[in-house]
C-alpha cells in the first residue's frame, strides 16, 4: 500500500511519539528488526488500534504478517520530530533545578545540545554548569542569534518568570520548556510547553490514595462480616 500524504499530527499522538521512539531504540538494542503495532502497543501500555493511527500521521503503515521495519519507523519518528539533527538550546536560571537540567545528559542524547545557562545572581555568573560558563541575562539575545537557538528550557523563580521569558521571546526563541509552576504569557506564534513536576506527584499520590481507600474498604468490610458472624 502506497504511503499517504502526512497531516498534522494532532497533540495527543505527538505527545506518544517520542515514547514510541525510546521504545523502538529498546528493541533495536536487543536486536529486533521488525515489530508489530501490537507488540509496540503492549510494550506502550496504550491500544494497538491508537499506535496504527499515530503512525498513520506519519505516512508509515505496516505489512501484514511482518509489521513495521523497526529502523525506518525510528527515523520516521526522528524525521517528524525534527530530531535527526542537532538542536541548540538555552537555559534561563542556574538555580537548583537549572544546574540538574544542565547536567542531564539526555539532551545530547537526544539531540538537544546546550549552548548557553544565564542566571541574573553575581553569585552565579561565571561558574561553570554541565561543562558551560554561566552568563548573565543580558547576554541571551547574542548567544541566541550566534547560535542559532530556537528552543529555550525556564528554571527561574516565579517572580521572574515572566521577565526571562519576554527576554527569550525577544531574542528569538519560538519554543519554550517551562519549569516554572505558574502561567506564562507569549505572543501568538510561540510555544509553550509547561512541565508541572508538583503536579505530576499529586497524580501518583492520587493513585495511591486510591490504593490506601481500597485497601480500607477491604479491611472495613471484613470488620464487619466478623462482627456479624460473632
Known sequence: MPNSPRRKIPEAALIRLPMYLRLLGEVTAQGVTHISSDQLAELAAVNAAKVRKDLSYLGSYGVRGVGYEVAFLAYQIQRELGVNHEWPIVIVGAGNLGQALANYGGFVERGFGLVGVFDTDPSKIGTQVGGICVQHLDELSEVVQ????????????????????????????????????????????????????????????????QKVNSLSHIQGTTTSSRAVSA
Open 146 to 209: 550566534t547560535r542559532g537557538v530556537s528552543i529555550g528550557v525556564l528554571a527561574t523563580p516565579a517572580a521572574t518568570a515572566q521577565e526571562a521569558v519576554n527576554r527569550l521571546v525577544r531574542a528569538g526563541v519560538g519554543s519554550i520548556l517551562n519549569f516554572v509552576p505558574i502561567v506564562l504569557s507569549v505572543p501568538r506564534g510561540v510555544h509553550i510547553s509547561k512541565v508541572d513536576l508538583a503536579g505530576e506527584l499529586q497524580i501518583l499520590s492520587y493513585y495511591e490514595q
